[in-house]
């Protein structure tokens, strides 16, 4: 009961944390979406290598390489294949635009996401060299290879790389039209949740780069970490962001330009991806000591990572409580079912209200991107008029954070007692 009640009052304490912090900056936010391309700049300040690593992304890398050479701005995508079986390579060859293709081959690809990204920074290096560019004005981009950009992720990007100070950015994630609920969940997670906890962690200094949409200065990134930035964890964007934290470089946050990924359509196909994620968290760890005896990285940030070390065993042990608790009390009260009726309507109050209140906060950024003419594709941007969907959405998106979560630390922990370590890439749709 006391695990649960902890859990319980942290989860509370972030949500209300949130909710302040989007009505701070929601006036903040609306002024700069009247004119979310920003102010007037040279887009050849400059140079972009858009990485995007595959392992059979036959399906959707045309139609990103496509878009990627839409965009205005100097620069150079460079596809890796990571060892595919399916038509990648041709897709991405039949693509005209600045495309280069690292290739790498089994025995020693697959290795993981991190080593598949390092090994493009010689291809990087390289370019750099042959093209006489300026490091400091070169940016290294970490795109999925089911990504879109929207049309002012360079003006946006470039605004903040103007500021010498600023190391790294990440831009805010958006799933593409989604239509199934798990989809609109999955939507509503990254587009509002994880927007406001990026938010809370900008007031802590403590922006983490994401998978999908983060950005570096080439300069300042290679010079501090090496040419192979990334890790071997699972979750190797947020160990990138530990090793830049600890090297006491500037990640920053960018709400107004977003990038776009498929949302999953399966449950079983979910949980695989977040187990994979959970146990790259878990693989962070390794970090604790460093992070703790660090006179570089700020209060706020140690803060934040301990925060989100202990959040998942905290969560793990709130679920088992509630496990145990939901029997527990049946068992007792079975005779006396006005007492189960009771508990059940205070449960759901409690997730209709959170979940109500991200679901507003949905339809309201929707809503302020569509008038902002900031639309990557229109159906992306539904208008949810359902009264009864709002309700399933409302009621339902607490109850999927935590059971895809429960379900994805039990398999995440399961993989680190076997020893299990590989990388098991999520299929497409």
Known sequence: MIIYLIAITVFMIQCFIMFYIYITQHKRFKKEMKNPYGSEQDLNQF???????????????KNSLTYLNNLKGRKQIIVIDDASTDDTVAQ??????????????????????????????????????DKKLDPQKCIIGV???????????????????EDLHTDAVQIRIKMKSPKKILQTFQDIEFFVVNHLIQLTRTHLKAVALCGNGQFFRVSTVLDSLGEKPWGNALLEDYELTLRMELHGLVIKYVDEAYVEQEALTKVKKLVRQRARWAQGGFNCWKYAKKITTSKVISVGQKFDTYFFFIQPILNILADF???????????????????IFIAFIIMTFISLFFGTVFTIIYHKELKLHDKSHLVIQKEDMINEKLHFRKIILSIGLISYIYVI????????????????????KTQRN
């Open 92 to 129: 991405a060859k039949g693509t005209t635009g600045p495309i280069s293709i690292v290739q790498r081959k089994l025995p020693n690809a697959q290795t993981g996401k991190g080593d598949a990204l390092n090994s493009a920074i010689p291809t990087v290096q390289k370019i750099i060299k």
């Open 321 to 339: 409580s509630i496990i145990y608790l939901t029997i527990n009390f049946v068992t007792r009260y079975v005779q006396n079912p006005e007492f």
């Open 143 to 161: 795109l999925d290879a089911d990504s879109v950009l929207s049309a002012n992720s360079i003006y946006k990007l470039n605004e903040s790389f």
């Open 47 to 61: 140079f972009y290598f858009m990485l995007l690593p595959c392992l059979n992304e036959g399906k959707v890398i």
């Open 405 to 424: 979560l429960f379900f994805s630390l039990i398999i995440s922990c399961y993989h680190l007692l076997v020893g299990h370590t590989g990388w098991d």
